[in-house]
Nanobody
Framework: QVRLVESGGGLVQAGGSLRVSCAVS????????MGWFRQAPGKEREFVAA????????YYTDSVKGRFTISRDNAKNTAYLQMNSLKPEDTAVYYC?????????????????WGQGTQVTVSS
């Protein structure tokens, strides 16, 4: 059974940086993709970024392109989301997601396993 645990959230000033991590445990497959979603108060859970198992393909929502970078280190069983030039509108609970898929999905229904979430707050 695959389990995902996020960490690294916190409070940061606008323009600052933060890196959140997702530790993966349990059995996975060679086609296991990883992704990040976020959910702000009163809003639906939103796709942020995704990466293929081998790290060769990455995807981002338009609002974070050029600022966020998704990566993974399979030797450490960990995925990361590096967030730079943070804005107050980036404030949300960030969730790690996983799924057996050759092409990562940009919708919630496309993922089978979720972490508990980690809070990221950007102050102005």
């Amino acid at each position: 059974q695959v389990r995902l645990v996020e960490s690294g959230g916190g409070l940061v000033q606008a323009g600052g940086s933060l890196r959140v991590s997702c530790a993966v445990s349990g059995r996975t497959f060679s086609s296991y993709s990883m992704g990040w979603f976020r959910q702000a108060p009163g809003k639906e859970r939103e796709f942020v970024a995704a990466i293929s198992w081998g790290g060769g393909s990455t995807y981002y929502t338009d609002s974070v392109k050029g600022r966020f970078t998704i990566s993974r280190d399979n030797a450490k069983n960990t995925a990361y989301l590096q967030m730079n030039s943070l804005k107050p509108e980036d404030t949300a609970v960030y969730y790690c997601a996983g799924a057996v898929s050759r092409s990562p999905s940009k919708v919630v229904a496309g993922w089978t396993t979720w972490g508990q979430g980690t809070q990221v707050t950007v102050s102005s």
